[in-house]
C-alpha cells in the first residue's frame, strides 16, 4: 500500500500544478491592463521568492544541505533562465492572444526531449522526431494565418513565446539534473531569489523603475506568485526528484486547455479556426512525440 502511494504521488503533484499554472496567463493579461511585462514577471518572481524561503524557514531540516561551486553556478543559471522565460512570456501576452502564447510556450518538452539525450543521457524514442513534424506545422500554421493580431506584433509576440519556453527547458533540465542533491524547497528558494534579482536589475536600469499600482494589480501579482508559481512550478519541481524531466514537461501539455477555457470565461476571448487547428497539431506532435517509451529509441 505504502509503494503504491509514493508511486502515485508525483501524478498527483503534476496534477495540481497543471492546473494552478493554467491560471497564470489570464492573471498576466489583467495585469498588463497597468504595469509593464518585465515588471509584471519581477513582482511574481519577488513575491514567490518570499512565499518559498517562508515555507524553507517552517519546514523541518532533515539533515544540512551543503552546496559545491558546481551546484551553486546552475543554481544561479537556472534563476537567469527562470526570469528569462517569464520576461519573455509575459511580454508575448501583451503582443498576442492567450491562445497563441500559451500554445507556443508549451513546446517545451520539445526542447527538453531534444537535449535531455545530450545533457541528462535520457533515451528519446525514435517516434519524438515525427512528433516534432506535427508540431512545427501546427507553429507554422499560426503564425503565417492566425495569432489573434495582425503583421509585426504577431511574429514578435510568438518568437517571445517561442524563446520562453526554450528558457523554461533549459529550467527543467537543471532542475532534473541537480534535483538529487537538495531539496525541493532550497532549489526553489535559491533559485525564485536570482530570478527576482535579475528581473529587478533590468526592471530598475532598463525600464522605468520600480511604480506603484493600484491595490488591485498588487493582488493579482500576488496571486500569480501564490497560484501558478509557488503551488503549481513548486509542484512541478517536486515531482522532476522522481520523474523524468520529459514527463513533467509532457504534463504541461493540459495549460492550453485551461487557458484557452479561463480566457473564454474572464476575458472573453474566443480561440480563432487557425488557432484551434494549429493547437491542435502541435498537441497531437508533442503527445506522439513524448507518450512512446524510450525503448523504442
Known sequence: MND??????????????VFAVSTAAILIKLSLAVASPIA???????????????????????KKEILDKSTIGLLILSG????AHFALWTWSLDLVSVNSSVIFATTSPLWVGLLSPLLLKERVPKRFYLGILFAFAG????????????????WQGLLM??????????YLLIGRK???????????????????LALGIVLLFLEIGFQAYPPKIFLYLFMLALVP??????????????????????????EPVGSAILAMVFLK??????????GSLILIGLMIALSASANEA
Open 40 to 62: 509584471i514577471a519581477f513582482y511574481r518572481m519577488a513575491f514567490s521568492a518570499v512565499l518559498a524561503i517562508l515555507i524553507l524557514l517552517v519546514k523541518p531540516k532533515q
Open 178 to 196: 541537480i534535483s538529487s542533491k537538495m531539496s525541493t524547497e532550497l532549489y526553489v528558494s535559491v533559485v525564485y531569489s536570482v530570478a527576482a
Open 229 to 254: 508559481q509557488t503551488i503549481g512550478h513548486t509542484s512541478m519541481n517536486k515531482s522532476l526528484t522522481r520523474l523524468p524531466a520529459r514527463t513533467v514537461s509532457l504534463a504541461l501539455l493540459f
Open 161 to 170: 513565446s517561442l524563446l520562453s519556453a526554450w528558457m523554461i527547458a533549459g
Open 269 to 278: 476571448e474566443l480561440p480563432s479556426a487557425v488557432e484551434i487547428a494549429g
Open 80 to 83: 537567469i533562465l527562470l526570469a
Open 4 to 17: 503504491k502511494s509514493e508511486k502515485d504521488s508525483p501524478y498527483i503533484l503534476l496534477v495540481i500544478g
Open 139 to 154: 507553429g507554422l500554421l499560426i503564425a503565417l494565418l492566425g495569432g489573434g493580431n495582425a503583421g509585426e506584433n504577431n
